[in-house]
Nanobody, 116 residues
Framework: QVQLVESGGGLVQAGGSLRLSCTAS????????MGWFRQAPGKERELVAA????????NYVDSVKGRFTISRDNAKNTAYLQMNSLKPEDTAVYYC?????????WGQGTQVTVSS
């Protein structure tokens, strides 16, 4: 079992930055691929960024490339999403997800609101 807790969301003006954190319980974190998803009102949840268990590969949805950076610190059981040059269309609830074998674990989400 893995429990995930997100933090770092909030209200920011367009052009600003936020860093989201996702802290996991348990020792399995270093074996889990991690992803950040977001869901805006009335829209489906989408994958924003993902990183392998050792952090040697990342990928991003096109709309955030060059602005967002996903990273992880396995010693701290934490994954991060650094978000720069935020836009109003980045407004959403952001969720982290851990993938362990065939299991998927989700955090409770953190709200990010970008004002214009």
């Amino acid at each position: 079992q893995v429990q995930l807790v997100e933090s770092g969301g909030g209200l920011v003006q367009a052009g600003g930055s936020l860093r989201l954190s996702c802290t996991a319980s348990g020792r399995a974190f270093s074996t889990a691929a991690m992803g950040w998803f977001r869901q805006a009102p009335g829209k489906e949840r989408e994958l924003v960024a993902a990183i392998t268990n050792v952090g040697d590969s990342t990928n991003y949805v096109d709309s955030v490339k060059g602005r967002f950076t996903i990273s992880r610190d396995n010693a701290k059981n934490t994954a991060y999403l650094q978000m720069n040059s935020l836009k109003p269309e980045d407004t959403a609830v952001y969720y982290c997800r851990a993938v362990l074998s065939t299991w998927r674990y989700w955090g409770q989400g953190t709200q990010v609101t970008v004002s214009s």
